[in-house]
């Protein structure tokens, strides 16, 4: 079935640095990805997303890259802060009616000082 | 303020005793839906609502109902809760043709 495999699981970086997280997904025909940001005891919130017509996003210090052919998309988060510790998740949309939102399972990022 | 709420944010049960764990939207926004949370494991969609009375499974329906009679509402009915339902479940909604979802608090549920 549909999947979106989210790597790694756990990232630590010191601040300033930047940090990437990659996803790659199963269906060709999926057209828009979403990265969602999730404090600790917080409900996810969307940070940035992409459509497939687009190759790259940027949101000051958040980009976005996606890679059609190669069905993969990684975030990049330059100039890492502390606040940006958090669990990241990726998504795909794998339905024409864009009812199914497959996760993948989450990225520790933690940022030290 | 438009929001997404949920009630209870806690709640611990006891196996077999339904409960309901209600979501209301007041953005006015067709899509519902209901997800779980596990450790490593990420959030898996349970059911969601494209419109009032229109529901349909996601990937993890077994041992949940839902309904949506109001476009508002969309309550998640545990008839019988056993332990593997425990876990921290989020409601999530979106206006039909914006694919960005919006999150509710989440609820936290152990089933004993």
């Known amino acids: 079935g549909e999947n979106v495999e989210q790597h790694p699981s756990t990232l630590s970086v010191q601040e300033g640095d930047s940090a990437v997280i990659k996803c790659t997904y199963s269906d060709s025909a999926s057209n828009y990805f979403p990265w969602y940001k999730q404090e600790l005891g917080k409900r996810p919130q969307l940070i940035i997303d992409i459509r497939s017509n687009v190759g790259e996003k940027k949101d000051q210090r958040i980009a976005v890259t996606l890679n059609k052919t190669a069905k993969h998309f990684s975030l990049h988060i330059t100039e890492t802060q502390p606040e940006d510790s958090a669990v990241y998740f990726c998504a795909a949309i794998f339905n024409q009616a864009g009812t199914a939102l497959i996760f993948g399972k989450g990225t520790t990022l933690s940022v030290s000082s | 303020e438009a929001q997404v709420t949920q009630n209870p944010r806690y709640l611990i049960t006891v196996t077999g005793k339904k409960l309901t764990v209600t979501c209301s939207q007041n953005?006015?926004?067709?899509?519902m839906s209901w997800y779980r949370q596990d450790p490593g494991l990420g959030l898996r969609q349970i059911y969601y609502s494209m419109n009032v009375e229109v529901t349909d499974k996601g990937d993890v329906p077994e041992g949940y109902k839902v309904s949506r009679k109001e476009k508002r509402n969309f309550p998640l009915i545990l008839e019988s809760p056993s332990p593997n339902q425990t876990s921290l479940y989020f409601c999530?909604?979106?206006?039909?043709?914006?694919?960005?979802?919006?999150f509710g608090p989440g609820t936290r549920l152990t089933v004993l």
């Open positions: 953005m006015n926004h067709e899509y």
């Open positions: 999530a909604s979106r206006l039909q043709g914006n694919d960005e979802q919006f």
